[in-house]
C-alpha cells in the first residue's frame, strides 16, 4: 500500500501562488492515478484535480487555467501548483490515490489512498 503526505500549505495572499508536494513511500507512485481534494470548514470534500497513470489531467471547473498537477516519478512524488489564489480557495488540501484500471473521476469513495491533508488559507 502506498502511504501519502503531503506539504506546502500557507497562508497568502489574494492572487498570490502556492505549491503543494505529496510524497508517496511504501509503493510506486507511478502505479496509482493520483488527485488533489479539498475540503472548506463546514463543506463536503472537492476534487481538484487528477493526474492518471498515463499523464491524463482532469481540473474541476473552479480552478481551470489557475492550478496545474503534475507528478515526478523519479521522486514518487505529485504536485500542485496554484497560481490566482482566490479567498475561496481556502481550504484543506489532501492528496489521494486509486489503484483500479479506470481513471477519469474525482469522486472521493473512489481512492482508497489519503494523505493527511495540507492548509491553504487564502486571506488579505
Known amino acids: 500500500q502506498v502511504q501519502l503526505v503531503e506539504s506546502g500549505g500557507e497562508s497568502v495572499q489574494p492572487g498570490g501562488s502556492l505549491r503543494l508536494s505529496c510524497a508517496a513511500s511504501g509503493s510506486t507512485a507511478s502505479n496509482y492515478h493520483m488527485a488533489w481534494f479539498r475540503q472548506a470548514s463546514g463543506k463536503e470534500r472537492e476534487g481538484v484535480a487528477l493526474i492518471c497513470k498515463d499523464d491524463t489531467t482532469m481540473y474541476v471547473n473552479s480552478v481551470k487555467g489557475r492550478f496545474t498537477i503534475s507528478r515526478d516519478n523519479a521522486k514518487n512524488s505529485l504536485y500542485l501548483e496554484m497560481d490566482s489564489l482566490k479567498p475561496e480557495d481556502t481550504a484543506m488540501y489532501y492528496c489521494?490515490?486509486?489503484?483500479?484500471?479506470?481513471?477519469?473521476?474525482?469522486?472521493?469513495?473512489?481512492?482508497?489512498?489519503w494523505g493527511q491533508g495540507t492548509q491553504v488559507t487564502v486571506s488579505s
Open positions: 489521494a490515490a486509486r489503484d483500479r484500471s479506470v481513471c477519469g473521476t474525482l469522486d472521493p469513495r473512489l481512492f482508497y489512498f
